[in-house]
């Protein structure tokens, strides 16, 4: 079973309005930390927002902030006032309590049109 | 800002071939990461190191792969005989400390190609 899924491989906003990249999660671990990273085209990944398992209120970042609904396990990410240079990939990802490694999804590419 | 810093950007090599990129993690960080990217897909970890030994990895890190930190600064990853399904991008990360939740700080990373 996939431990993290993104059901979306696009989404399209256009510029200024609000936009939601959905993320699901699977795992038995009660202690868990869940990040979003941003991949422009240059291909670095950037550190978004991290929301942790235990964490009571939802993790914000400036224009980011990630709806956490924890008995639905989703962690969806949004991006507020969206920019032209908000386009990019985005991609969901886990660690679990008792490992080094995070866990990615497959990513979705965010386009900001005009 | 601190960052982590990769070279080459992009190596070209040819199957066969042994290849080492290198990584320098952020000075005071204590845990660094390798990850990959093959085109188009997603990032998969491939191993973890902490006090000079590799603390986990995954079943990709085969024997043909090894890591090293072989001073104070660098940290190696080493492809013995290349593959041409090793061509991806190659990712380092470091992480400042034990706490297992800790945002880990991506270089830019290095495009490997192998021919």
């Known amino acids: 079973a996939q431990k993290i899924t993104q059901t979306q491989p696009g989404m399209f906003v256009q510029e200024k309005e609000a936009v939601t990249l959905d993320c699901t999660y699977d795992t038995s671990d009660p202690s868990y930390g869940l990040f979003w990273y941003k991949q422009p085209s240059s291909g670095e990944m950037i550190f978004l927002i991290y929301?942790?398992?235990?964490?009571?209120q939802n993790a914000t970042e400036g224009r980011y902030s990630l709806n956490f609904q924890k008995a639905r396990k989703s962690a969806n990410l949004v991006i507020s006032a969206s920019q032209l240079g908000d386009s990019a990939m985005y991609f969901c990802a886990m660690r679990e309590g008792n490992t080094d490694k995070l866990i990615f999804g497959t990513g979705t590419r965010l386009q900001v049109f005009p | 800002e601190p960052e982590v810093t990769q070279t080459p950007s992009h190596q070209v090599t040819q199957m066969g071939q042994e290849v080492i990129l290198r990584c320098v993690p952020i000075s005071n960080h204590l845990y660094f990461y390798w990850y990959r990217q093959i085109l188009g897909q997603k990032v998969e970890f491939l191993v973890s190191f902490y006090n000079n030994e590799i603390s986990e990895k995954s079943e990709i890190f085969d024997d043909q792969f090894s890591v090293e930190r072989p001073d104070g600064s660098n940290f190696t990853l080493k492809i013995r005989s290349t593959k041409l399904e090793d061509s991806a991008m190659y990712f380092c990360?470091?992480?400042?400390?034990?706490?297992?939740?800790?945002?880990?700080?991506f270089g830019p990373g290095t495009r490997l190609t192998v021919l």
């Open positions: 929301q942790g398992s235990y964490d009571q």
């Open positions: 990360a470091s992480s400042v400390n034990l706490v297992r939740v800790d945002e880990q700080f």
